[in-house]
């Protein structure tokens, strides 16, 4: 796989004429930054990066740099930030990064997943990848499944040929009697038990009020305490927003307080509705995808389990 997202970012620099290239990855991720150091290493070794790549006229430098460990980092502007030895604050769009980006130059980001992508594309005269899944939701997916399933691990998915129950059973099935699922991420917006037989494509888990996301599934069983969970979330948010957008940084802490008076007293319909409104002021001011995101699954979680006795 690293060779592959070698391959991928050297085909993408050859296409946009770019001399200089970054892999980031977040400081704490030590097995990852090992391999990758030995990848470049033994790709400059082998006269695919550096001047003149196999005596052609195309030179490509590229550069490992670690992270800081700041999740906002995904977002491409933060990570352009992080690169430049800035803190990891998103940039105000537009300009976009192709338009002014690192270095006030223009700048293509991309996730390793779709590097590696490429690279496979590219070794088919026959374009095969366009063959595969849906008309919306081309080629494969690395599904990253983790929670309370058997064999938790990263699965190639196709496109449309299996359900997000098919996805969980491919992972060996749950431990306990399934709840729920969060089907891209923290960011996105959970499916209640009886909602799985959905098709994995981005269509589809939209239709059902959800996304792909990052590919990061979680598979919750019913052993785990709802508002326990909640609250690991929420805090989670609270931590790592980088605190530029007023509405994200306190909309996250506010979320929490009523989270935490939620545990003490028990459930009430006002504190979904406050959530409601404050999910909706963050998504209009926020300025990056993690504040837009950051209310889909507290609010869908208790959307879908929490209901006062009155109802
Ligand atoms: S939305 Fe949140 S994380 Fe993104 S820039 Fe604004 S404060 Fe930072």
Redesign the pocket.
Known sequence: MPFKVLEGIIIAAYAVKANYGYIYIRGEYSKAIDIFEKTIKDAYHRGLLGKNILGSDFSFELKLVKGAGAY?CG?ET?LINSIEGKRG??RIKPPYPVQRGLYDKPTVVNNVETLATVAEIMKYDENIYSKMGTEKSRGTKLVSISGDVKLPDVYEIEFGKGTLKDIIELAGGTKDELNFVVPGGLATSILKYDEIDVLYTYEDLEAAGSSVGSGGMIVVSNKHDLVDILLNVSDFFVK??????FP??EGNRNIKEILLELKKKGYKEKYKKIIGELREA?LLA???????S?VNFIYSLLDKFFYEEVR
């Open positions: 906002v977002d933060s604050f998103s790592e927003t980088c605190g530029t957008c994200c940084r963050i926020a300025r990056c995808g993690f504040g837009q950051s």
